[in-house]
């Protein structure tokens, strides 16, 4: 099993569409959890931490169980620009485990 | 520009030649780690470095790859004896302690 699990998509959605990606993780002492965005042929850039609590930002929401050791990425209004794949990010200490992506294509 | 930069943006070698790739941080991050990422993947941890120290190495990073950060600040991977396997992206990130990780351009190596 893959430390880190998400559906690889692709997700295709039309604009103004919203949308919900899953991540689970296996190793329940991991401390800390980010979503980044990666564009094509281009680095990875952090999107947002995700809290316990569960925080916003803007049209971003992200979620996180940690009973379940799952984490949500929920993007409303969709615009053509989110078009990328969102990568699930899982630390523990400095130990930072990545998923594989999901891939989402935003269409007129 | 105070983003984490990388050098040489991309490296075309033939299978058994070394090469090199350079990776300058964000100037008041301590912590720099070294990723590869291959198509269709997320990155995956190679080392990381806390000031000039190297404190954690996968086990992907076999005995023909070697990092440094002698000042503590640039680093560097040497990759010897390349195969095609080791045809990928390598990026750089840097962070400061207890915070996210900011992310270079990346090294694009592609081995014939």
């Known amino acids: 099993r893959k430390e880190v699990e998400q559906d690889p998509g692709p997700f295709n959605v039309p604009e103004g569409a919203t949308v919900a990606f899953n991540c689970t993780y296996s190793?329940?002492?991991?401390?800390?959890f980010f979503w980044y965005r990666q564009d094509c042929r281009k680095e990875p850039k952090l999107l947002m931490s995700?809290?316990?609590s569960g925080n916003e930002d803007g049209r971003f929401t992200a979620q996180l169980n940690r009973a379940s050791q799952y984490i949500s990425l929920l993007i409303r209004d969709s615009k053509l620009s989110d078009s990328a794949t969102y990568l699930c990010?899982?630390?523990?200490?400095?130990?930072?485990?990545f998923g594989a992506g999901t891939r989402l294509t935003v269409k007129p | 520009d105070t983003g984490v930069s990388q050098n040489p943006r991309h490296k075309i070698t033939k299978r058994g030649q070394n090469v090199t790739f350079r990776c300058d941080p964000i100037?008041?991050?301590?912590?720099l780690y070294w990723y590869r990422q291959t198509l269709g993947q997320g990155p995956e941890f190679l080392t990381y470095?806390?000031?000039?120290?190297?404190?954690?190495k996968s086990r992907l990073l076999s005995d023909r790859f070697s990092a440094e950060r002698p000042k503590g600040s640039f680093s560097t991977l040497e990759i010897q004896r390349t195969e095609q396997g080791d045809s990928a992206m390598y990026l750089c990130?840097?962070?400061?302690?207890?915070?996210?990780?900011?992310f270079g351009p990346g090294t694009r190596l592609t081995v014939t």
């Open positions: 990130a840097s962070s400061s302690e207890g915070y996210e990780q900011y």
């Open positions: 190793n329940s002492a991991s401390q800390s």
């Open positions: 995700v809290y316990s």
């Open positions: 990010v899982v630390n523990k200490g400095n130990d930072m485990r």
């Open positions: 100037s008041e991050h301590n912590r």
């Open positions: 470095f806390q000031n000039e120290a190297q404190l954690e």
